[in-house]
């Protein structure tokens, strides 16, 4: 449920809010938790979860092959085998919001176009919307 601030009141945005202040009584007393509204940084690793529930245990860290994915990492050699090197992702915490907006728009493409298509149809579909009908005012 989502609310706007007005002064000293909370404006119900959605249906949901608008449902739970219909269930109300005016003077009724009720606890409220205050959560911010996402971040952008919250908004992708919103997705990356729910590839990641989809996926299972398949991949455990869904930014970091991500990162590979696009690029983002160093190949590095295993300590002591000069003939073996493995990618090493970068950290999207380590990225500043510049760089990881530009992370997101590759890994985007990635997820659309090599991802999806490989994921059940009711997933692709629902991961597909959360990333082409992100909710207006999620992240700052």
Same mark, same amino acid.
């Given at each position: 449920?989502?609310?706007?601030? /007005?002064?000293?009141?909370?404006? *119900? ?7 739970? %202040? ?10 409220? =938790? ?31 092959? +991500? ?10 050699? +295993? *300590? ?6 493995? *990618? ?23 997820? +659309?176009?090599?991802?999806? *298509? +490989?994921?059940?149809? /009711?997933?692709?579909?629902?991961? =597909?919307? %959360?990333?082409?009908?992100? =909710? ?5």
């Amino acid at each position: 449920m989502d609310f706007n601030v /007005a002064k000293n009141a909370l404006i *119900p945005v959605d249906d949901d809010a608008r449902a739970k %202040m219909r269930e109300l009584s005016i003077g009724e007393k009720v606890r409220v =938790r205050i959560q911010r509204a996402p971040t952008f940084r919250d908004y992708v690793h919103m997705i990356f979860a729910r590839i990641g529930k989809v996926r299972g245990k398949s991949v455990q860290n869904i930014a970091g092959w +991500l990162a590979i994915a696009t690029g983002r990492c160093d190949i590095v050699p +295993l *300590p002591g085998d000069d003939s073996r090197s493995f *990618p090493v992702p970068h950290s999207t915490s380590s990225m500043n919001a510049v760089e990881f907006e530009a992370f997101w728009e590759d890994a985007r493409e990635v997820i +659309l176009q090599e991802i999806l *298509p +490989l994921l059940p149809a /009711a997933d692709a579909a629902a991961i =597909r919307d %959360m990333i082409e009908h992100p =909710r207006r005012g999620s992240w700052s």
